[in-house]
């Protein structure tokens, strides 16, 4: 008889990652390309099929029982259409379930990239065992994704849970999505990067200058961050004041959702408590203690491979192995 083996991609604008499951939850297999995809919407699929083909099995004694795909932007979850990706050009409406199906002849399952992170997080990392949680990947953007009851909240249309997109400043910048002062253009990764920038350029003195030979448009948030831990008062600053935003937004989301845990993800989360310590603050100072005294916050356990094991974990809930999402 033969094996199952689940195969899993991680869609992304830099990098697609394509990894091989077996039965037993293993990875066996991983692969990683370059996505291109200034190239358009036809050549980065080419290169999710050939991703995909690479940790295909080779044997005839395991056959593959569905593949899943993380995809960066809102999408129609029920469908499996990806409604835009703004790191993807031309990518809009496109059917990407029925397109992996079609292509490998086995089914598909097309899920938030964030979402999926928050399944794996709940199944397999810093959620397991628990019946909810609230997950928040800060990298370039903020994306977010709800775990309820053991089912993955996806909202009235499959577009729900972008905490990255709640407004916290009224007044604050123009977000990519249109909307002002949302998290996101507070409190990622292109903000930090962006306020360091601009409080440097009104003359503010930082080793940041060092550290990027005078060029400021070479500033990201990894600098802040290694300046930051290095006990720069401006990079410690910019950091405290994301954290503050987030902190602020995690408050909202207690009032809202009361969930039993917050997991943090995303590359800026590597700052540690550099960011940590003004996001536990702000809740501590904001939040009422019944609300405190049950929700933790805590960092993603799962690393960068969070997108192939969500990715699995979509596979598994859909395929009746794991929690069901919201109808």
């Known amino acids: 008889m033969s094996s199952l083996c689940i195969l899993a991609v991680d869609l992304g604008g830099t ?6 499951f077996a039965e037993r939850q293993e990875m066996e ?17 080419g290169r999710v099929v050939a991703a995909v083909s690479e940790v295909w099995p080779a044997g005839g004694d395991v056959a593959v029982a569905g593949i899943a795909l993380g995809a960066p932007g809102p999408l129609n979850f029920r469908r499996g259409v990806l409604r835009f990706a703004p790191n993807l050009p031309g990518w809009e409406n496109v059917p990407l379930r029925d397109m992996l199906t079609e292509r490998f002849g ?14 794996a997080e709940h199944r397999f990392g810093a959620g397991k065992g628990l019946p909810d949680l609230v997950y928040l990947t800060i990298s370039t953007g903020i994306g977010g994704g709800m775990i309820f009851d053991n089912r993955l909240f996806t909202g009235g249309h499959g577009l729900g849970g972008e905490v990255g ?7 604050g910048p123009k977000c990519t999505c249109g909307n002002v002062g949302c998290l996101e253009v507070l409190a990622s990764g292109t903000a930090i990067a962006r306020r360091a920038r601009e409080r440097l350029a009104r003359g503010e003195k930082s080793s940041l200058l ?27 600053s910019v950091f405290r004041e994301a954290g503050t935003y987030i902190g602020s937004a995690l408050v909202s989301l207690m009032y809202m959702l009361d969930p039993s845990l917050f997991v943090l993800g995303g590359s ?7 960011l940590f310590g003004p996001i536990r603050e702000t ?9 405190r ?24 809930m859909e395929l009746g192995g794991g929690p069901g999402r919201v109808d």
């Not at 297999?29 to 699929?45: I, N, W």
């Not at 086995?106 to 399944?119: C, I, K, S, T």
Request: a negative charge.
């Open 15 to 20: 990098q697609i990652r394509a990894a091989r």
């Open 29 to 45: 297999a991983r692969t990683a390309l370059e996505t291109r995809a200034d190239e358009g919407l036809q050549a980065v699929f």
């Open 106 to 119: 086995v089914p598909a399952f097309v899920g938030n990239d964030a979402d999926v992170a928050a399944l």
């Open 165 to 171: 997109h709640m407004a916290i400043d009224p007044h």
């Open 210 to 236: 060092r550290l990027v030979g005078g060029d400021l448009s070479r500033i990201t948030a990894r600098e802040v961050n290694v300046a930051g831990q290095q006990g720069d008062a401006l990079a410690v």
């Open 268 to 274: 800026v989360t590597r700052a540690g408590e550099l």
């Open 283 to 291: 809740v501590e100072t904001r939040a009422p203690q019944a609300y």
């Open 293 to 316: 005294e049950h929700t933790d916050i805590v960092q993603a356990e799962l690393g960068s491979d969070v997108g192939l094991w969500g990715a699995l974990a979509l596979a598994l």
